[in-house]
Every structure is written in structure tokens, then in C-alpha cells.
């Protein structure tokens, strides 16, 4: 069965920093690109980051970009997504979401780990 | 960026009754690089169709997706009580890919 589990979820401050992961099971995972989907509070799904299964390429978010920093081990079939310099607008359920190829459509999603940044 | 729009924002009917989604480009999606996802409180979002009109496997053929260019629509024949969730639209023609904003399907 294909899964993946989010964990690494929580809440933390402005201007702090979070460390989310993805364990997938059920595929290859190495083949796959994999990427992050948010869902804010009230709003849509937004495509946050992604890295290619091949060579390791990453893409951002004009919103991220800078300030998240997505890695993937294949070893560990784990996926993270390292969040710095966090924002209340960076408050959201986040989902790790596979696709065949980036810039594809997600064919494997997880439950999601939700990110609250209050003070 | 390609930016989606879904109508309508919310959808009252009741199970039996046809529903028909309605997610418009505001440019042209060429090779129907667009996917449609069923998503459930506190569930993953499930992917339903992909390139325009194909359904993802294990997805019931009440499910199906049409449209072209800037027009697309996903049809649900015959609710079933499962089918109240929100829906959303997504392109991957060109990055970033791009989500709607969803429509939500409630109970009448």
C-alpha cells in the first residue's frame, strides 16, 4: 500500500524554525519527485516546494523561497522540509504529495501535519 | 502565473443529483495539463482526474472531467453521500503549478 506520513508539525514562534518530514512506503521512491502543499486557514491548496526524484533539482514558491529548504533521503525514503525565518502566514496544514515528474499532477498525498507560528 | 478560478465557490444539492464543477484558466492550459482532487476534513486530498479527463485508478466513472484551453469541468453523474467534500483544480502547464481555490459540495 503507498503511504506517507507527515510528522514535525507544531507550533512556534515568529521568526522561528520547524523541521517537517514525509516517510513514504509502497514505491520507489527514488523515481518520484516529491513536494510540499499547504493549506492555510480558510484558504486553497498552494504548491509550496518540490524536488526532482533523478538529480535532486528544487523549486520554491515565490513565498518560500529564501527562507525553506526542501532535501529528500532516498536511503531513508524521507523526505524534509526545513522552514526558517517562519511567518503567521506560513500557518497551515502541510502536505508531502508525490507526482511522476515536477511541474505533474500529485498522485500520492499524506494526512498532512499541521504548522501554527503565534506568539 | 496561471491563475484558476472555480465556480461556483459553493455547491448545495442533494445525494442522486448531478453536479457540475466549473474551473476556468486565465490563460490557455495546452496538452490539458490539468487535474481535479476530491479533499475531505482531516484526510489526504485524492487525486480524481488527470490531463483533463482521464480518472485516476480506483475512481468511480460517476467521475468525469472535460475541457480545453481555458474552460474545464469535472461532472459527478449521481452523488453519493461519500461526494460532499471540496474540490479543486490544479495546472501543471506551467510553473508554478497552480491550485483553484476550491469548490465545496455540500448536502442540500
Known amino acids: 500500500e503507498v503511504q506517507l506520513l507527515e510528522s514535525g508539525g507544531g507550533l512556534v514562534q515568529p521568526g522561528g524554525s520547524l523541521r517537517l518530514s514525509c516517510v513514504a512506503s509502497g514505491f520507489t521512491f527514488r523515481n518520484y519527485a516529491m513536494n510540499w502543499v499547504r493549506r492555510a486557514p480558510g484558504k486553497g491548496l498552494e504548491w509550496v516546494s518540490g524536488i526532482s526524484g533523478s538529480d535532486g533539482s528544487t523549486y520554491y514558491a515565490d513565498s518560500v523561497r529564501g527562507r525553506f529548504t526542501i532535501s529528500r533521503d532516498n536511503s531513508k525514503n524521507t523526505l524534509y522540509l526545513q522552514m526558517n525565518s517562519l511567518r503567521a502566514d506560513d500557518t497551515a496544514v502541510y502536505y508531502c504529495?508525490?507526482?511522476?515528474?515536477?511541474?505533474?499532477?500529485?498522485?500520492?498525498w499524506g494526512q498532512g501535519t499541521l504548522v501554527t507560528v503565534s506568539s | 502565473e496561471i491563475v484558476l478560478t472555480q465556480s461556483p465557490g459553493t455547491l448545495s444539492l442533494s445525494p442522486g443529483e448531478r453536479a457540475t464543477l466549473s474551473c476556468r484558466a486565465s490563460q490557455s492550459v495546452s496538452g490539458s495539463y490539468l487535474a481535479w482532487y476530491q479533499h475531505k476534513p482531516g484526510q489526504a486530498p485524492r487525486l480524481l482526474i488527470y490531463d483533463a479527463a482521464f480518472r485516476a485508478t480506483g475512481v468511480p466513472d460517476r467521475f468525469s472531467g472535460i475541457g480545453s484551453g481555458t474552460d474545464f469541468t469535472l461532472t459527478i453523474s449521481r452523488l453519493e453521500p461519500e461526494d460532499f467534500a471540496v474540490y479543486y483544480c490544479?495546472?501543471?502547464?506551467?510553473?508554478?503549478?497552480?491550485f483553484g481555490q476550491g469548490t465545496k459540495l455540500e448536502i442540500k
Open positions: 504529495a508525490g507526482s511522476g515528474w515536477l511541474l505533474y499532477y500529485f498522485d500520492t
Open positions: 490544479q495546472q501543471y502547464e506551467s510553473s508554478p503549478g497552480t
